[in-house]
């Protein structure tokens, strides 16, 4: 089966740096993806790492270890709009469906 | 522009009356999934479609069925919504790329009275 986890909440601040955190154990590993959602909205596809290391994206960067089960998501320059729920998933049935973290509900304060 | 689209954006029905929500897509993909949201929790796959294959996931209450006409057209059907089955719907497609093309609908917010 699978299973992940991922902090509930986290607060930071305008401009600073956030480093959001993810556990999984899943039976077979077809990568890792970060979704951000803002409130009541859908998902939005942030990034997918297969490999272990850092995968920068502008403000957004996805970190791997498949050895430790661990990603992270590290945020910079935090505006107000970063405020939303981001979600880690990993795939499983031979990569044909996704299953989601509960989520870590990001507040950005001024 | 390609995408998935969901109908409507928010629904209120009666407790036990059936209620359909529905989903399109544009992208030709051949999977498409129903994912249940509530208040601050993951989503929950419901089911899915390989094509025409019906999946159903283990946990996924009676209550719940799905239809799917067409590639483009996928139907979820509640036919005796409680108020347990408050909650987000979300809509998803994969295809061609696996699951790095993985798009989801902007969801339906069903409420029950």
């Known amino acids: 089966g699978q299973n992940i986890d991922q902090p509930t909440e986290m607060t930071a601040t305008e401009g600073a740096i956030v480093q959001i955190n993810c556990t999984y154990q899943?039976?077979?590993?077809?990568?890792l993806f970060w979704y951000q959602q803002h409130a009541g909205e859908a998902p939005t596809f942030l990034s997918y790492?297969?490999?272990?290391g850092l995968e920068e994206k502008g403000r957004f960067s996805s970190f791997l270890s498949r050895s430790k089960g661990y990603s992270y998501l590290l945020l910079k320059e935090l505006q107000m709009k970063d405020s939303a729920s981001y979600l880690c998933a990993v795939p499983f049935n031979a990569g044909n469906m996704l299953t989601f973290g509960g989520g870590t509900r990001l507040m950005v304060k001024p | 522009d390609a995408m998935v689209i969901q109908n409507p954006r928010y629904q209120v029905t009666q407790f036990g009356k059936p209620v359909t929500l529905s989903c399109s897509q544009t992208l030709n993909h051949n999977v498409m999934y129903w994912y249940q949201q509530k208040s601050s929790q993951a989503p929950k796959l419901l089911f899915h479609?390989?094509?025409?294959?019906?999946?159903n996931e283990a946990d996924t209450p009676d209550n719940f069925q799905s239809r799917r006409p067409n590639t483009s057209f996928c139907f979820l059907d509640i036919r005796s919504p409680g108020l347990g089955d408050a909650a987000m719907y979300l809509c998803?497609?994969?295809?061609?790329?696996?699951?790095?093309?993985?798009?989801f609908g902007s969801g339906t917010r069903l409420t029950v009275v």
């Open positions: 479609y390989y094509d025409k294959d019906f999946n």
């Open positions: 790492n297969v490999l272990d």
């Open positions: 899943t039976s077979g590993f077809n990568g």
């Open positions: 998803a497609t994969s295809g061609g790329q696996g699951l790095y093309g993985y798009t």
